[in-house]
């Protein structure tokens, strides 16, 4: 039993740790930073939640590390619109603030998320990343690519004239397609080939864009077949960004997917367990995997954040905005209820994904 635990210790709970903490750390940053920028006086940067491990004063903000890893928050004076604040404190009250202050010190925990994934990417995209080449592995029975004479372990170096090194540019360029006639140059040991083929149309399905037409030639990568591309800074740097964008797409393409039938995808739905055994796994594979998973968790924390939930940033935002429109804040037994109602929505969530989680470890 030691044994065990001291092995899920070591390979789960810190990677867990180590992969949630600097993401707490930077999202509640943003909440520091663009609230002392705005005048607002902070009372408390926490990261976990708990007993206390550490704390120091600095300042006007109280510093705290806490026992428990899973989340983190900022108070600012006049958080709470039924906080009793002094008239010489008001200037220094978030409440008292103008709306587009308020709406920055709120928005910027997400806004920091994104702007990590960008940097983490951007790194990892300078560092080099392996990627599939153009090398066959596999040729399937009666496909296009068969009768085209195409073998194993040939090497497409152009369509259509154009020169590729990916074999996502291969993919791509064969989707793109459309059904016409496609030319291939093929290097085969020292012989060149060239050959023209008509990609023939198939389904495909994924749980983001269901069932999808697409074009196909009857072919699969080398598995052993990598090479590592380098990005110089500004490259690296859009395609973070790039990258970052995709992530955000396919974050409300698979929310709005889990929304519509959460029981049918709950074997897509995680919660703090299953995220902390992803850690360990990614970890396992390297420091650029578990980077990468890291990039990617940070943009669904600030695209979650973000939603109209009251208790999460987003529903703070959608506060503001209705105060914007009817020129008065809703009253605070409105809000309260709210609160009440996304607090439940919340737990209940949690509740859902624990369970799941569990669930998948129960033998059938």
């Known amino acids: 039993m030691i044994v065990n635990f001291w092995n899920i210790f070591i390979h789960y709970l810190i990677p867990g740790v ?137 090497t497409i170096t152009a369509v259509n004239g154009i020169k590729i090194t990916l074999w996502d540019e291969l993919a791509a360029s064969v989707e793109g397609s459309e059904g016409k006639e496609i030319v291939l140059h093929i290097t085969r040991g020292r012989e060149a080939i060239v050959t023209s083929l008509i990609p023939k149309a198939t389904l495909a399905s994924d749980i983001l864009r269901g069932t999808y037409k697409t074009y196909r030639i009857g072919i699969s990568p080398a598995e052993d077949a990598f090479i590592k591309r380098y990005y110089n800074p500004a490259s690296a740097l859009w395609m973070g960004l790039s990258q970052t964008v995709e992530a955000v797409k396919v974050t409300f393409l698979g929310m709005a997917i889990l929304a519509r039938s959460p029981i049918e995808n709950k074997e897509y739905i995680g919660g703090p367990i299953r ?16 980077l990468f998973l890291m990039a990617m968790l940070s943009v669904n924390l600030g695209v979650l954040n973000l939603l109209p939930i009251p208790v999460l940033d987003g529903g703070h935002i959608f506060f503001l905005c209705v105060e914007a429109i009817k020129g008065s804040p809703l009253s605070w037994k409105k809000m309260e209820f709210a609160q009440m109602v996304g607090l439940a929505l919340l737990l209940f969530l949690m509740l859902f994904v624990t369970y799941n989680d569990i669930m998948r470890y129960v033998p059938n």
């Open 18 to 154: 180590l992969l949630l903490a600097p993401l707490i750390i930077v999202h509640e940053l943003g909440h520091l930073i663009l609230a002392k920028l705005s005048g607002v006086r902070v009372l408390k940067f926490s990261v976990g939640f708990g007993p206390k491990i550490f704390s120091k004063k600095i300042g006007e903000t109280e510093y705290v590390l806490s026992w428990i890893p899973f989340g983190g928050y900022v108070k600012p004076l006049g958080e709470a619109p039924d906080e009793e604040v002094s008239e010489e404190d008001k200037p220094f009250s978030l409440n008292h603030q103008t709306l587009p202050k308020r709406f920055s010190v709120l928005a910027s925990g997400s806004v920091f998320n994104i702007f990590f994934a960008v940097f983490v990417f951007s790194v990892l995209y300078m560092s080099g990343i392996e990627m599939l080449s153009p090398v066959i592995g596999k040729v399937y029975d009666d496909t296009p690519a068969l009768k085209a004479g195409i073998k194993k372990g040939d």
């Open 275 to 290: 995220i902390v055994q992803i850690a360990g796994d990614f970890a396992e594979t390297g420091i650029k995997s578990f």
